[in-house]
């Protein structure tokens, strides 16, 4: 299944496609149109504490990480 040219996302649709779509999950009908404005402010907020960081600031945290880890 891991050949090139799989479809990955495809695979990741067919396997949570029949849960999400479960009436004990109405809630996430509309989950998609919250993804652009978080990847927005998440790029937003990255390119921020980078400039902090060029600059000399630091913040809360420190430093400038964004691989997920705190630094």
Do not use: W
Not at 25 to 50: C, E, R, W
């Amino acid at each position: 299944k891991f050949a090139q040219g799989t479809d990955f996302f495809r695979l990741l649709v067919n396997v949570f496609a029949a849960q999400l779509r479960g009436e004990d999950q109405v809630h996430l009908g509309n989950f998609y149109a919250i993804i652009p404005p978080l990847t927005i402010n998440f790029v937003d907020h990255m390119l921020s504490s980078k400039d902090q960081l060029a600059k000399g600031k630091r913040g809360v945290a420190g430093a400038f990480c964004d691989d997920g880890f705190m630094l």
